[in-house]
């Protein structure tokens, strides 16, 4: 970003609730149905049918209040916005308006090694609308189907202050959000479902200056396509300005095969939507004993055990942080660390050879082949000094091929470190006896030459010496 220009960012993201049913009906929300099959008439608005409020759904949406230190409205309005979409059966989407559910709040999240807080403005219920499903084969033409399956699910719109200043920082909080809503079990965070789903909106603005006209693009459900997309409408909106042209203010798809934005359709103001009280439901009650009940239920939040990390186990920030992207995460650590009694070392684990692991292998912690206290027992290895790092690579590749028992891996494979210094004298004794060129140039102040005599003591030795007393013997040999 030129120093000239500034971004200006802010996210409404739609957070899927995990309840059974839809937000005003009894309808099932399971994903991949057949289509048209789980719309009710109280999806479909048909006369007679009167909708109900979910109790789940709004627990939910208590859950992330608390968990962001928001305020929960006492009484709040569900509304009718009302505009035309295909695949809306009512002509009208039942939201909040004035008085949300959830007012304020703030996630925080570490961005570029240092903690990051980006306020909330309100985080209201809502329903889902239908699908428009494209380059439908019909009677041997291509046409555009509706299915009404999504209609009325459950929805809970996030939305941000415009406090955000580059894509890479709207990212790291759409992921932390995502991890916070997984972490509390009110959404199955899965974005190819479209159960998390971002809208950005951007602007731009010369340094100092008043905020720029906005762009909404519209359903982002990659962290990858969220950074590319306000990076792309970014640059579009400046290279605009700077041709003398005036941002108009629309909403707009991420095209990420061509790289661009597109415009969709000029973007409505509030006063366009007609919203008003729906006369079907009654305002929404939230009783403070309700309020208790849910936080008493709530689970250690991640920041709350980031911050435990650091102080019982002595972990940097970092890598508190990362250990407590999920659940998963954090049980998998304090199991390693419990059964190798290393924290650190831990981590260090978890955080290297296992993930780069993990990634290769393309899955989950959960579907993990070594099983933390697996990785606990040969952490601990490593720690007592039976096995060097490069060995200690070898049994984890053993333990993720199935193989089970550490110790007998390192036994019958002959892993087992030479500690033993009378054999480590002996190797050294060898080798400087062969190496005197190494042994001259070491003397000369050539601290490089001592690597290398390292490294063939290591080589006669089959890698199992324990280098660092390797190199210790060396200099006490070099120096008597």
Not at 54 to 80: K, Q, T, Y
Not at 190 to 217: H, M, W, Y
Not at 416 to 424: M, V
């Amino acid at each position: 970003m030129s120093k000239t220009w500034e971004i200006v960012i802010g996210l409404e993201t739609h957070v899927q609730l995990s309840t059974a049913s839809k937000m005003f009906s009894n309808a099932p929300t399971a994903f991949g149905a057949a289509s048209n099959t789980q719309a009710s008439v109280v999806d479909l608005a048909l006369p007679g049918a009167l909708p109900v409020a979910n109790r789940a759904a709004v627990e939910r949406a208590i859950r992330l209040g608390l968990a962001v230190d928001a305020s929960i409205a006492p009484v709040s309005i569900f509304a009718r916005k009302n505009y035309f979409y295909p695949d809306l059966p009512k002509g009208y989407q039942i939201s909040q308006f004035e008085i949300p559910v959830v007012q304020g709040g703030m996630v925080p999240f570490l961005f570029d090694g240092e903690l990051r807080r980006v306020q909330l403005t309100r985080a209201h219920l809502e329903e889902d609308a239908g699908k428009s499903m494209h380059g439908i084969n019909y009677e041997g033409q291509d046409a555009t189907g509706i299915d009404l399956n999504r209609a009325g699910t459950p929805l809970l719109e996030v939305v941000t202050e415009p406090v955000m200043r580059s894509a890479a920082e709207a990212a790291a909080y759409a992921r932390a959000l995502h991890a916070l809503v997984v972490w509390l079990d009110i959404c199955d965070g899965n974005l190819q479902e479209g159960s998390f789903r971002c809208d950005a909106n951007v602007s731009v603005r010369r340094t100092g200056k008043p905020l720029g006209t906005r762009c909404e693009i519209k359903n982002l459900n990659s962290f990858r396509f969220l950074e590319r997309a306000i990076t792309v409408e970014a640059q579009r909106q400046m290279e605009l300005i700077e041709d003398g042209g005036t941002v108009v203010q629309e909403t707009r798809l991420f095209d990420p095969d061509r790289d661009e934005t597109r415009a969709m359709r000029t973007k409505e103001d509030s006063h366009d939507y007609r919203y008003f009280p729906d006369p079907d439901l009654p305002p929404l009650v939230i009783a403070p004993h309700w309020i208790e009940d849910v936080r008493r239920a709530l689970p250690e939040l991640p920041r709350q055990m980031a911050e435990r990390f650091m102080r019982d186990y002595a972990l940097p920030a970092v890598d508190a942080a990362y250990l407590t992207q999920t659940r998963t995460h954090a049980a998998y650590f304090e199991a390693c660390a419990g059964t190798c009694g290393q924290p650190k070392l831990a981590a260090n684990w978890i955080m290297g050879e296992l993930a780069a692991q993990l990634n290769r292998a393309e899955v989950e912690l959960d579907a993990s082949p070594v099983s933390a206290q697996q990785l606990g027992r040969l952490v601990a290895r490593v720690h007592d000094g039976t096995l060097s790092s490069k060995t200690a690579r070898e049994v984890f590749a053993a333990l993720w091929s199935g193989e089970h028992d550490v110790d007998r891996v390192i036994e019958s494979r002959g892993l087992r470190q030479i500690s033993d210094a009378s054999a480590i004298a002996e190797a050294v004794a060898a080798v400087l006896a062969a190496n005197p060129k190494n042994v001259e140039e070491y003397k000369n102040g050539k601290a490089k030459a001592l690597n290398a005599l390292v490294g063939q003591v290591m080589k006669a030795t089959g890698g199992l010496a324990n280098p660092q007393q390797v190199g210790e013997a060396l200099r006490a040999a070099i120096e008597a």
